[in-house]
């Protein structure tokens, strides 16, 4: 899966990022972490900087890495890396959270965003990286056992942590 790639989204993806967006929002899931209703693109990209640097991390929120996944120009997903956990990440989160939009699922582009995500990862500095999904979301739980992801059951939540490193 040599074609896609990871990386910062861009001053011209503003109308694929925002389109992305909606359509994530109707599954109930947010594309655009962060991005409030009205927000200037610019303001975006640069809150998007400061979250990644831990320059300007809100309140209740860690230092992340924000990536789009690309292919032949194309946004098909995207990628969050968080550098660290609080405690809703530890039950819920996870290190890494990704998703692929509709009409590219089913050809591998999840995998391949998991594994390039676990390279930034480390490059942050997570030795081992926590992966959850959603109990019901078979999908997602291939993806994170194909990738190396090892069961570690939490009590009494409806989502699946994984270990990976």
Known sequence: ???????????????????????????????????????????????LTGQRTGMAVPDGLVAATFLVAEVKGEIVGRASIRHELNDFLWREGGHVGYCVLPPYRGRGHATEILRQSLVVARAAGVDRVLVTCAEDNVASRRVIETCGGVFDPLPASSYRRYWIG
């Open 1 to 47: 899966m040599g074609e896609l790639r990871l990386r910062p989204p861009r001053m011209a993806d503003e109308f694929a990022f925002r389109a992305a967006h909606e359509v994530m929002a109707a599954e109930n899931f947010v594309f655009g972490l962060g991005l409030a209703p009205g927000m200037s693109w610019a303001d975006y990209l640069g809150s």
